[in-house]
Nanobody
Framework: QVQLVESGGGLVQPGGSLRLSCAASGSIFSINTMGWYRRAPGSERELVARITSSGSTNYADSVKGRFTISRDNAKNTVYLQMNSLKPEDTAVYYC???????????????WGQGTLVTVSS
């Protein structure tokens, strides 16, 4: 079994910054793509950014130039640096990872529990 634990959410003023972290643990053989998604009130969950195991990234148009995704493969951790935050970035942010279990070498799609980011003055 593989678990993801997110941290770093909170309340920030418009124009401020936050850094989210998501650490994977458990029976991990390898982790492939990791990503961040978000769900704003009254909206569907949407992709924010994702990064492959080799470091290739892609971003939602709404966050390009403001958010940066990175990962530390040795720590099985993915980060999301969020700068120039706007009220419309307010959402629950979820981490997602594609992992190979060391128990049975099967592919797992794993989600974290979510962390709330509120951008407000």
């Amino acid at each position: 079994q593989v678990q993801l634990v997110e941290s770093g959410g909170g309340l920030v003023q418009p124009g401020g910054s936050l850094r989210l972290s998501c650490a994977a643990s458990g029976s991990i053989f390898s982790i492939n793509t990791m990503g961040w998604y978000r769900r704003a009130p009254g909206s569907e969950r949407e992709l924010v950014a994702r990064i492959t195991s080799s470091g290739s990234t892609n971003y939602a148009d709404s966050v390009k130039g403001r958010f940066t995704i990175s990962r530390d493969n040795a720590k099985n951790t993915v980060y999301l640096q969020m700068n120039s935050l706007k009220p419309e970035d307010t959402a629950v942010y979820y981490c997602k990872a594609g992992a190979i279990s060391s128990n049975n070498y099967r592919f797992l799609e794993v989600w974290g529990q979510g962390t709330l980011v509120t951008v407000s003055s």
